[in-house]
């Protein structure tokens, strides 16, 4: 059974700080997803990686993929409040569709 | 951008009545999904469809729950008889290629389900 964890759950930065949110899966996958949830509303997609060594970017989120670690990061640069949500990664198995969500960071950006 | 859309945004149900929860997945997608979220707790695939049938489910969805796809348009789940632990935000999810590209799902806003 497929396994999907993250650390840390919860994270709380100042402003202008840079962190890594960290996905750990258990079982060997072609694709990756993060995606971000503010409180109460549905989950936006930020990133899909496809193969190992995969980066993309998109503003001050940076996400990779190393499908041998079986570990994709997602990094925050000079974070601003406008961050402040919930993100997760899914990864999906081998021969079939469904997400398999780790457990979410909740990200807190304080002033 | 096209989007999916859920109704209702909220429905509130006495224990043991049947519920539909309905879904308007983006126009060219094929596959569709529904997954659940309880208050606080991580995302819970319940089951796919493609084709006019389940292509895969999870142990969450067992016989009191069932989906459809009565019309071009509209993809539904329906709960027979709710339970307590059925409390959940309900997502309902499509993409539009099954592999090729990694094509993400894209998520509809959910359906607030109270069970009383």
């Known amino acids: 059974e497929l396994k999907v964890e993250q650390n840390p759950l919860f994270l709380s930065m100042q402003e202008g700080k840079n962190y890594t949110i960290y996905c750990n899966y258990s079982?060997?996958?072609?694709?990756l997803y993060w995606y971000r949830q503010d409180p109460g509303k549905s989950l936006e997609s930020l990133f899909v990686?496809?193969?190992?060594?995969a980066v993309k970017q998109e503003g001050r989120l940076m996400a990779s993929l190393d499908t041998k670690a079986r570990l994709s990061t997602l990094h925050i640069t000079a974070a601003v409040h406008d961050l402040s949500a919930t993100y997760f990664c899914?990864?999906?198995?081998?021969?079939?569709?469904?997400?398999?969500f780790g457990t979410g960071t909740r990200l807190t950006i304080i002033p | 951008e096209p989007e999916v859309t859920q109704t209702p945004s909220h429905q509130v149900t006495q224990m043991g009545q049947e519920v539909i929860l309905r879904c308007v997945p983006i126009?060219?997608?094929?596959?569709f999904y529904w997954y659940r979220q309880i208050l606080g707790q991580k995302v819970e695939f319940l089951v796919s469809?493609?084709?006019?049938?389940?292509?895969?489910k999870s142990e969450i969805f067992d016989d009191q729950f069932s989906v459809e796809r009565p019309d071009g348009s509209n993809f539904t789940l329906k709960i027979r008889s709710t339970k307590l632990e059925d409390s959940a935000m309900y997502f309902c999810?499509?993409?539009?290629?099954?592999?090729?590209?990694?094509?993400?799902?894209?998520f509809g806003d959910g359906t607030r389900l109270s069970i009383l």
């Open positions: 999810a499509s993409s539009e290629h099954r592999r090729w590209g990694g094509q993400p799902q894209h």
């Open positions: 079982t060997t996958s072609d694709r």
């Open positions: 990686l496809l193969s190992n060594g």
């Open positions: 899914a990864v999906v198995n081998f021969g079939n569709e469904k997400l398999t």
């Open positions: 126009s060219n997608h094929l596959y």
């Open positions: 469809f493609y084709n006019n049938e389940i292509s895969e």
